[in-house]
């Protein structure tokens, strides 16, 4: 396995949470780094991006202010820090590996996916 996600779980609106998602050395250093998340009967849409560096992150209008993206390469890990969590945020939380170092929106740009971690946000 070379992405796992981790850190989901089921939060009141309003709330906080934190995502991790451990990489292999081999593939993490040099790569951009992505979140994404799928809600039921929804596609795939970009959360949060961040370069190979960290100089560098984007988000997604809807988490704007709310999600921050980090990484630290000497522990091969990327964290989506969640604040201000609403019941729209629910969803399957998915990390993912760029093809190159800088972080995109576009889910075609990755190329590496790790399994989904749930988090669902209660009103």
């Known amino acids: 396995v070379q992405l796992q996600a981790s850190g989901g779980g089921l939060v009141q609106a309003g709330g906080s949470l934190r995502l991790s998602c451990a990489a292999s050395r081999r593939m993490f250093s040099n790569n951009g780094m992505g979140w994404f998340r799928q809600a039921p009967g929804t596609e795939r849409e970009f959360v949060a991006a961040?370069?190979?560096?960290?100089?560098?992150?984007s988000y997604a209008d809807s988490v704007k202010g709310r999600f921050t993206i980090s990484r630290d390469n000497a522990k091969n890990t990327v964290s989506l820090q969640m604040n201000s969590l609403k019941p729209e945020d629910t969803a399957i939380y998915y990390c993912a590996a760029a093809r190159s170092a800088i972080g995109s929106a576009r889910s075609r740009d990755y190329n590496y996916w790790g399994r989904g971690t749930q988090v669902t946000v209660s009103s």
């Open positions: 961040i370069s190979w560096n960290g100089g560098s992150t």
